[in-house]
């Protein structure tokens, strides 16, 4: 069936340290990937994306990488900051195209 | 503007009450979504509008009634809630239709309590 989820609920990290957020998905949820970030009280907000004809997307500060093989993606933030410090979400297009499935979400915790 | 608008911020209703959620964008995005989010919990999608056709209703509960005045409005209107409705209410578009796999804007969201 199609499912996307998280592997870690929460993850805390020291200002200026890499962090790294992981995906996974079941087979059918397979075409398009976009990671939000959400901050408290706040909707979520689109950090990158990426298509499945790709293995890896950067933005600013961000990489996204994605593994069809073992059907894993991954959120990678350089030199992360305090203000990096929210929820961050993973969110595929099934198959069928219909709507946006969202994983469990991981809360991300930078201490200065 | 690229930015998805909610109306109001916060919302408290007693449990026979009549109210409206309110969403609106300038994006000439053609597909519409609302999600229910509980705390600490992924956005669970509601409602999709497409084209301002609703095409998909997640088998959500008659106390809950979307509506698609017109392309860039779209509202949500709330009847006989019960308090487990109480969650942060997020509105979402997207380019072209509901088929087209395209980045989803979110609105900031309507807190409502229902008491």
């Known amino acids: 069936g199609e499912s996307v989820g998280l592997h870690l609920p929460t993850l805390s990290v020291q200002e200026g340290d890499n962090s790294i957020i992981n995906c996974a998905y079941s087979n059918s949820a397979s075409d398009y990937f976009i990671w939000y970030k959400q901050e408290s009280g706040k909707g979520p907000q689109f950090i990158i994306d990426?298509?499945?004809?790709?293995d890896k997307r950067q933005g600013q500060r961000v990489t996204v990488l994605l593994n069809k093989t073992v059907k894993h993606l991954s959120l990678q933030i350089a030199a992360t900051q305090p203000g990096d410090s929210a929820v961050y979400f993973c969110?595929?297009?099934?198959?069928?195209?219909?709507?946006?499935?969202f994983g469990k979400g991981t809360t991300l915790s930078v201490s200065s | 503007d690229t930015e998805v608008t909610q109306t109001p911020k916060h919302l408290v209703m007693g449990m026979t009450n009549k109210k409206s959620l309110k969403c609106e964008q300038h994006?000439?995005?053609?597909?519409m979504y609302w999600y229910k989010q509980k705390a600490k919990k992924p956005p669970e999608l509601m409602f999709v509008?497409?084209?301002?056709?609703?095409?998909i209703n997640e088998s959500v509960p008659s106390r809950f009634s979307p509506e698609c005045p017109n392309s860039s409005l779209l509202n949500l209107h709330l009847h006989a809630l019960q308090p487990e409705d109480s969650a942060l209410y997020l509105c979402a578009s997207s380019q072209g239709g509901a088929g087209a796999q395209n980045e989803q804007f979110f609105g900031p969201g309507t807190r409502l309590t229902v008491l």
């Open positions: 994006m000439g995005h053609r597909a």
């Open positions: 509008y497409s084209y301002e056709k609703l095409s």
């Open positions: 990426i298509r499945s004809n790709m």
């Open positions: 969110a595929g297009w099934g198959q069928a195209g219909t709507a946006l499935i």
